[in-house]
């Protein structure tokens, strides 16, 4: 971005060109992305979408979908990434993990309706931590490996209805409450969870806790329960 911003400054670059850079940090090979240059305030600096360079902004050129380093994820092993993969879900575009590892310490909530988050690997940063809470209708978890989360999809007691929710194709260890959690939400219908692979941590507790209705799983994989752990338990809501 400094050199960039350099280029700006010195006239080099001008509003209308395009620029595409291969990593979001000097120094990586990830997080690129195809900018062009815009007037200052065009839109608001969100690390990904809108960029302040200076007495211009770098507007991204996304297709399909976004993926959370470039959005400043760092996928290091020790940084906190749940701030980048926030921003890259408000985008309202699906967010592509883009098969890497993420440190997560904080919940991060899939906001817009036909919001998606796949293909990548999250870890939870200590104890005590819940993963995702998809808080839009017909949000889509696909080959993402949740680890050490209390809650990896966590809708407890949710006061708004979420509907429509798929989860495919991911992989579940070491959670120390449930995987995937809505107890106390009778709001949410049409639940999908399918050929994911939760391998239970061996002490009491469960993998899927739900209270719902219209629930649908099927061709999933279970291991590792002992006394007191319970692979699935449903309770019926309205």
Known sequence: NAAITADITAGRLAAGDAIATTSYYQGNQFGGALYQVVAAATGTDDGGRFIN??????????????????????????????????????????????????????????????????????????????????????????????????????????????????????VFTGSTSADINTFGNTFNHDVTIRDCRFTSNGTPGFSVLLQLARVRIESNWFSGYKSGAVAVSIFLGQ
């Open 53 to 170: 360079a200076g007495t211009r902004q770098l507007r991204a050129v996304f297709d399909r979908a976004v993926k959370a380093t470039q959005y400043g994820a760092k996928c290091d092993g020790s940084t906190n990434d749940a701030a980048a993969i926030s921003a890259a879900v408000a985008s309202g575009l699906p967010v592509d993990l883009d098969g890497r590892s993420y440190q997560v310490g904080a919940l991060i909530t899939l906001t817009a309706a036909n919001a998606g988050i796949s293909n990548g690997t999250m870890v939870a940063t200590g104890a005590g931590i819940s993963c995702l809470r998809p808080g839009a209708d017909n949000c889509v978890i696909d080959r993402v490996a949740f680890s050490g989360f209390s809650n990896a999809i966590d809708l407890r007691f949710a006061t708004v209805a979420v509907n429509g929710l798929q989860v495919t194709s991911c």
